[in-house]
């Protein structure tokens, strides 16, 4: 759903639930249209009373570049019960490349959910 219409595109929304403990992509590059995106902001946050630990990152199809907030890269982010991290930095999704979530626990524990804007080339 567009929300209103900024200079580089409509804005947009996205959610899901991580629900098994492989990488999964939350905006991908590949997609229609040219794939480039620009995500100014996405929360992930535990919804079970747990403690998951979780790792972002921008993938090229090669490398992985891990994601942080405040200053701070995480290898794996273990979270707290209830816990939320917003990433707000804005990150660039170039076409050919995936801005992915990966949980260790399978159980749905985690939701993402964020805005996303098409780049217009």
Do not use: H
């Not at 170039?94 to 098409?118: D, E, F, M």
Request: no cysteine; net charge negative; glycine share 14%.
């Amino acid at each position: 759903m567009t929300v209103f219409q900024a200079p580089i595109g409509g804005l947009e929304e996205f959610a899901l639930v991580i629900s098994n403990s492989d990488i999964t992509t939350i905006v991908d590059g590949d997609g229609a249209g040219d794939g480039a995106w620009y995500v100014p902001w996405f929360q992930v946050n535990e919804n079970a009373g747990s403690t998951p630990s979780v790792t972002v990152d921008l993938y090229d199809g090669t490398t992985a570049y891990l994601l942080g907030t405040g200053g701070a890269v995480y290898k794996t982010k273990a979270l707290t019960a209830g816990q939320s991290v917003t990433f707000s930095e804005g990150y660039v999704v170039p076409k050919g490349w995936k801005l992915r979530v990966t949980s260790n626990n399978a159980a749905g524990q985690i939701t993402v959910a964020g805005t996303r804007t098409r780049r217009l080339n």
